[in-house]
């Protein structure tokens, strides 16, 4: 039996917003193509907006290209706007709206540099992510956009460290903070280099806007994007597209993941329809089976961060374990 046979269904998601052809901008302007980079000319950080880390998720997608049709400069330093993993875009079928998040492997797990300099792995998304690594090697603040497989939340994943947290606050949207230590599959961009090391000033934010092709993912990545720029110094707010900026939250709270849950097999289902930040006040509840064995809460206020069944595989994470902190 194959594992696609055993896959657990799923109800499909409608996708409301339309996909946009990026194809006009991959020419780029810094000999890597879909990248761009701006000099201003006068002092100030260089910010980088990515999206397409995972092709489906198209509300990064919208808004990097929202700022590219609008002749977007800095006053301030450099920006660089780019689309990621163009080819798994490229690939994107509304029946299997699910199958467009990589090519070959997760261009999320690939950033380390003993993975990027082993010339004995190769992969599509290993080759994109070498292309853009020099870029990515000078961003002073990276901004990471991307969506989720259920419908939840938007949320910060802010990384590990002080700093990531610090900035998370400083930025005051969405409202929920993830600190966390990544994936045991790979290191994500936001943890590349300098920005996974404490004594280092870069620093990086990678937002989960929303449900992937849900209207709402698209304002909050333009109102996180128009925010983070606005933050860094490199526009002011007459700069940025009409509309983009929204409301902030009354309040910010920090969730710190303690633990993944990794599937060992396509033998994993959840005990209830989660989609994600569902907080269970009491320890030991039961939140799903592994192999037939209970998966239970370790702690009192225990969340649970982006549970996901659709890409269930052996070794994937379905759920990450997060104690309440504020």
Sequence with gaps: ????????????????VEFPDIQPYAAGNTGIPFVYTFDSGVAGPHVMVNALTH????CGAIAVKGLL??????????LTLSFANVEAYGRFDPARPDASRFVDQDFNRVWSAAILDDAGRDSSELRRARAMRPVVDTADLLLDLHSMHEKSRPLIVSGPLDKGVALARALGTPADVIVDEGHPEG?????????????SARNALL???GQHWETAAVEVARDSTAR??????VVDE???????LRPLPAAQRVVRVTEPV???SMDFRFAGPYTGLETFAEAGTVIGWSNGEPVRTPYPNCVLVMPSLRQLRPGVTVVRLGRLEA
């Design 238 to 244: 007459a700069d940025l597209p009409a509309g983009w």
């Design 55 to 58: 092709g489906n998720e198209v």
């Design 69 to 78: 049709d609008a002749g977007l400069r800095p006053r301030r330093g450099r």
């Design 1 to 16: 039996m194959s594992q696609d046979q055993v896959r657990p269904a799923f109800d499909a998601y409608p996708v409301e």
């Design 262 to 264: 990794v599937a060992t």
């Design 207 to 209: 937002i989960e806007c």
């Design 228 to 233: 983070f720029l606005l933050l860094a110094g």
């Design 187 to 199: 290191r994500r961009m936001r943890d590349y280099a300098d920005f996974g090391d404490a004594a």
